[in-house]
């Protein structure tokens, strides 16, 4: 198993941790470990992806773990989220449609051996919703930062419909090129 492939597993194996320091009572400082280990697997993601490109590492493993992985911390945030009432179901149920909406997109696609780019409104998605991310986790009770959530939270909402529409637009014709 090659390094970016192993950064992927570590991620995923952080997962478990993350959601205890994010839900289990355990001291008045496990916000913070949890906010660590958010950026921590957050950054493993942004090196996985150099380093594989960089040094020509890119497996089928890869291709396939790594956005389940990212997909898997960022839902398990969410999930957290409405345990601890920072933020509505409702919201969390359209950002994982989403997910799981481009997520089947892209395996239609790959059937047809067409690889989908992300594009600039789902990198303003993913980027925006790390920011709400790492915000939410911290959750510092301050007037200010009550606003600063709400408006991350619906930006994070608009840019996940915005981002959805802009992909499946772009690239409708892996629909009707697939007999659909």
């Keep these: 198993m090659n390094l970016p492939n192993k950064l992927t597993v570590f991620r995923m194996f952080l997962i478990p941790f993350f959601v205890v320091f994010m839900l289990v009572d355990i001291a008045p400082w496990q ?3 949890a906010l660590a280990i958010f950026v921590v697997a957050s950054l493993t993601d942004l090196f996985d992806g150099k380093i594989a490109r960089k040094y020509n590492l890119v497996t089928n493993f890869g291709k396939f773990m790594d956005p389940m992985a990212d997909k898997l911390l960022v839902c398990s945030a969410l999930i957290c989220f409405v ?10 149920i359209v950002i994982i449609s989403r997910e799981l909406i481009i997520s089947g997109f892209r395996l239609i696609a790959s059937d047809q051996g067409i690889v989908l780019a992300a594009g600039i409104w789902g990198k303003c998605k993913t980027a925006t ?19 600063i959530e709400q ?6 909402l608009a840019l996940t419909i915005i981002s959805m529409v802009d992909y499946l637009w772009n690239n409708r014709k892996v629909l ?5």
Excluded: C, R
């Design 176 to 180: 009707t090129n697939g007999g659909m």
């Design 151 to 156: 408006v991350l939270i619906y930006a994070s």
């Design 83 to 92: 345990e601890m009432t920072y933020i509505p179901a409702w919201i969390v």
């Design 129 to 147: 919703q790390m920011v709400m991310t790492i915000v939410l986790i911290a959750h510092i009770d301050h007037p200010v930062f009550v606003i």
């Design 31 to 33: 916000k913070w470990v």
